[in-house]
Structure formats: structure tokens, C-alpha cells
């Protein structure tokens, strides 16, 4: 594809359930990112895989997040026991390579827990 | 980690005037990269700033890097109802970019 896609667009779960998004990042990029962004802020970073391991998830608030990409291409972000707070727009982005290369973000997953 | 203000939070404008934002931070940044957010939509990179002092021009939009590197400014220059959105800047050591909150710009045609 042209650019990063996510899916899905949309979510709406109950509180304490679990969800998955997924990230089909730029063909190529070995680096990729999930941010979380909350209305009227910037996005706020979550996770960075270079490859197949995460090089750094300090961004993640609890361990009721985690984050996967087994082959080095498309990733998921896995919320276990959603909570209210989790609702928020989930941005994945993949660039060439880290370290300050331009980074090209996906359309976003719209999760909503109720 | 380095974290960055931005201002205004909001600015609204006639169609053909300029417009400022400004991203200010307390300590030395290595690199300053700009982002556009259409309302709806995802961030788009715009550009990188790395050398103390560095201007940049896209069309009707400078981009400048202090010379102590602790601020950068994005101007647009007779603004037009297509760069309506939101404006973030961004930093990052290494991989890790720290968002401003944005600047939200309006456009009254």
C-alpha cells in the first residue's frame, strides 16, 4: 500500500473488555510507532520496534497495554481490561529507520470504551 | 525527557493574513521536526530542523531553529483556508519525538 493503514477506524467496547489494533506499516520501514492521542493534545508516544523487538516501551501506562510484531512488518496493540480512560485516537507510524527520520502516520484507530 | 511549549493554543485569522506558532523549550534540543494535522485527520511531517540558527521555506511557510536551540517558529505568510488545522512540533534524542500540544489554526475565508 501507499501509506500506513490501521484497523480498524473505529472501536467501541465495553469497560474490562479486550481489544486489539492493528498497524500495516510503509513496505520497507524497519521502524514503527504507536502514540495515543487524547483531544486537544499532541500525539503521546507509546511504543518504538526497530525490527522485531520493541527498543523502548516506556511510553506504555500499565501492563494492561502491550505491543507485538512477530515478523517486522505489522504490529499489534493489544489493551487488556479496558478501562474509560483508555479512549482516545491510537496512531501507529513507521519510518525508514529511527533516530530522526520523518515519520508517516496512519489514519488512526478511534477507540471508545463505555 | 525534553518536553516542548507551544503558542498559542489557538490563533484565528483572516484569509490572507500571516500566521505565527511558536515552540519553546527550557533546554537544548537536538532537533526540531514540524507536523500538520487536518481536522479528522492524522499528522503529516512538514519538515526537520537540526542546525542551530536554520531557516527553512516551503512555499508560504519558514521554519526557523533559534540560535541556542531551544525554540523554533513555523510562520505562514497570507494564509489560505486550506492550511486550516493544527500545527505540532516535536523533538526527539534519537526516535522517541515529545509533542507540543499544537497550535490550532482557523481560517475565516
Known amino acids: 500500500g501507499a501509506g500506513v493503514s490501521q484497523t480498524p477506524s473505529n472501536k467501541v467496547t465495553e469497560k474490562g473488555k479486550y481489544v486489539e489494533l492493528r498497524c500495516d506499516p510503509i513496505?520497507?520501514?524497519?521502524?514503527l510507532y504507536w502514540y495515543r492521542q487524547s483531544l486537544g493534545q499532541g500525539p503521546e508516544f507509546l511504543i518504538y520496534?526497530?525490527?522485531?523487538?520493541?527498543?523502548?516501551d516506556s511510553g506504555l501506562p500499565n501492563d494492561r497495554f502491550f505491543a507485538v510484531r512477530p515478523e517486522g512488518s505489522v504490529s499489534t496493540l493489544k489493551i487488556q481490561r479496558t478501562e474509560r480512560g483508555d479512549s482516545a485516537v491510537y496512531l501507529c507510524?513507521?519510518?525508514?529507520?529511527?533516530?530522526?527520520?520523518?515519520?508517516?502516520f496512519g489514519p488512526g484507530t478511534r477507540l471508545t470504551v463505555l | 525527557g525534553q518536553q516542548v511549549m507551544q503558542i498559542p493554543q489557538y490563533q484565528h485569522v483572516q484569509e490572507g493574513e500571516d500566521f505565527t506558532t511558536y515552540c519553546n523549550s527550557s533546554?537544548?534540543?537536538?532537533?526540531i521536526q514540524w507536523y500538520k494535522q487536518r481536522p479528522g485527520g492524522h499528522p503529516v511531517f512538514l519538515i526537520q530542523?537540526?542546525?542551530?540558527?536554520e531557516v527553512k521555506k516551503q512555499k508560504r511557510l519558514t521554519f526557523q531553529f533559534g540560535e541556542a536551540k531551544k525554540n523554533s517558529s513555523l510562520h505562514i505568510t497570507a494564509t489560505q483556508t486550506t492550511d486550516v488545522g493544527t500545527y505540532f512540533c516535536?523533538?526527539?534524542?534519537?526516535?522517541?519525538?515529545?509533542f507540543g500540544k499544537g497550535t490550532l489554526l482557523t481560517v475565516n475565508p
Open positions: 507510524a513507521s519510518s525508514l529507520a529511527g533516530g530522526g527520520h520523518e515519520q508517516f
Open positions: 513496505s520497507g520501514h524497519t521502524a
Open positions: 520496534f526497530q525490527g522485531t523487538g520493541a527498543a523502548d
Open positions: 533546554t537544548t534540543l537536538s532537533n
Open positions: 530542523l537540526v542546525k542551530s540558527g
Open positions: 516535536g523533538t526527539g534524542s534519537n526516535y522517541k519525538l515529545t
